[in-house]
C-alpha cells in the first residue's frame, strides 16, 4: 500500500494550516496514498509559548475537518499532533481517521520533550504540557500500525511493545531541531526499524528559519532491513513510498529474531 508524509509549512495562522494541510491530503491521496500523514503540531507553532492559545477541545474544529477529509478521500488519516485542551489540562495530541471519517485513535504523546543540551538547546514541555499514559494502535486492511510523537520513538521498549502487538508499521509524527535532527533523527529511526523488523516513518514540518522553533525536516521512512527508502528535505512536500509487507515477511523469516527472543530470561510488558 502507499504511505504519503506531508511535510507541511506551519504559519501562525490556524486556519491557512488547516487549509494547506487538508490540500495536501487531497494531493497525496489523488497520487494514491491509502494511508497518509501529518506532522507533529501542524496547526500551531511548535513551542510551550504557543500551546495553550491554539488548544482545542477534541473533537474540535482542527480534528473535525481532518475526518472530513479522510471521508472525502477514502483514506487513513494520521492527524499528526495538536495541541489538546481537556479538564484543565494540555496535551500533545495525535488523532487518526478512517475512509468513513469515524475516530480509530487518540495518542497523547507520553514521553514530554524535557532537555537541557549547554549552549545549544534547551525545552521544557512539562511547563505546560501533561504526559498521555496509554499505547495507541488502529487497525487498517493492510496492517497494523503504532502511534508515538517524537519525544516517543527515543524509548525503545514502547516500539518493542508495538512490535509485540502485531503492528508493521509505526509512525511518529514529529519535530526535531538543528542539534537533535542531524544527530539522532535517522538514527533512531533505522534502530527502532531494525529492532522490531518493523517499518518506520516520521513526519516532520517543514523547516522555518524565523519560527522560536526550527524543524529539522526531512521525513523519513525506514524498511525492516534499516534502509531509508524515502527521505524529504527541509522544504515543504509530500513523501511518497510503497510499503511492501511481502518483504516484512521475508526479513522476519531470513533473520527471525522474534521467535529466537529469550523470553525464560528477559521481558518488555505493557502495564496498562
Same mark, same amino acid.
Given at each position: 500500500f502507499r504511505l504519503a508524509l506531508i511535510q507541511l509549512h506551519v504559519s501562525a495562522v490556524k486556519s491557512d494550516n488547516l487549509q494547506r494541510a487538508c490540500g495536501l491530503v487531497r494531493e497525496a491521496s489523488a497520487k494514491g496514498a491509502k494511508v497518509v500523514a501529518l506532522p507533529e503540531c501542524f496547526n500551531s507553532p511548535y513551542g510551550t509559548q504557543y500551546f495553550k492559545t491554539y488548544a482545542e #477541545?477534541?473533537? =474540535?474544529?482542527?480534528?473535525?475537518?481532518?475526518?472530513?477529509? /479522510?471521508? &472525502?478521500?477514502?483514506i487513513y488519516l494520521i492527524g499528526g499532533s495538536i495541541p489538546e485542551e481537556d479538564g484543565g489540562k494540555l496535551y500533545n495530541t495525535c488523532t487518526?481517521?478512517?475512509?468513513? +471519517?469515524?475516530? *480509530?485513535?487518540?495518542?497523547? #504523546?507520553v514521553h514530554l520533550f524535557?532537555?537541557?543540551?549547554?549552549?545549544?538547546?534547551?525545552?521544557? &514541555?512539562?511547563? !505546560?504540557?501533561?504526559? =498521555?499514559?496509554?499505547?495507541?494502535?488502529?487497525? !487498517?486492511?493492510y496492517c497494523k500500525v503504532g502511534l508515538g510523537i517524537c519525544y516517543d520513538i527515543r524509548f /525503545?521498549?514502547?516500539?518493542?511493545?508495538?512490535?509485540? #502487538?502485531?503492528?508493521? *508499521?509505526?509512525?511518529?509524527?514529529? /519535530?526535531?531541531?538543528?542539534?537533535? =535532527?542531524?544527530a539522532h533523527w535517522e538514527l533512531l529511526q533505522r534502530g527502532r526499524a531494525l529492532d522490531n523488523q518493523v517499518y518506520v516513518a516520521t513526519v516532520s514540518p517543514a523547516r522555518d528559519e524565523k519560527a522560536s522553533y526550527v524543524a529539522w525536516g526531512h521525513s523519513t521512512?525506514?524498511?525492516?532491513?534499516?534502509?531509508?527508502?524515502?527521505? /524529504? +528535505?527541509?522544504?515543504?512536500?509530500?513523501?511518497? !513510498?510503497?510499503?511492501d509487507l511481502k518483504k516484512l515477511a &521475508?526479513?522476519?523469516?531470513?533473520?527471525?529474531? *522474534? !521467535?529466537?527472543?529469550?523470553?525464560?530470561?528477559?521481558?518488555? &510488558?505493557m502495564k496498562k
Open positions: #477541545k477534541i473533537p =474540535g474544529e482542527s480534528t473535525q475537518k481532518l475526518s472530513e477529509v /479522510a471521508k &472525502e478521500c477514502s487518526v481517521f478512517g475512509p468513513d +471519517g469515524a475516530m *480509530l485513535a487518540k495518542h497523547r #504523546k524535557d532537555i537541557n543540551v549547554p549552549g545549544k538547546i534547551q525545552f521544557k &514541555e512539562s511547563e !505546560t504540557l501533561s504526559p =498521555g499514559n496509554s499505547f495507541s494502535m488502529f487497525d !487498517t486492511p /525503545a521498549e514502547m516500539a518493542q511493545i508495538y512490535g509485540q #502487538k502485531g503492528c508493521q *508499521l509505526l509512525i511518529y509524527p514529529g /519535530a526535531f531541531n538543528l542539534t537533535t =535532527g542531524p521512512v525506514v524498511n525492516p532491513w534499516g534502509e531509508v527508502i524515502a527521505k /524529504a +528535505g527541509a522544504e515543504e512536500t509530500v513523501v511518497h !513510498t510503497d510499503i &521475508e526479513i522476519r523469516q531470513q533473520i527471525p529474531i *522474534l !521467535t529466537q527472543k529469550r523470553c525464560d530470561l528477559y521481558g518488555i &510488558e
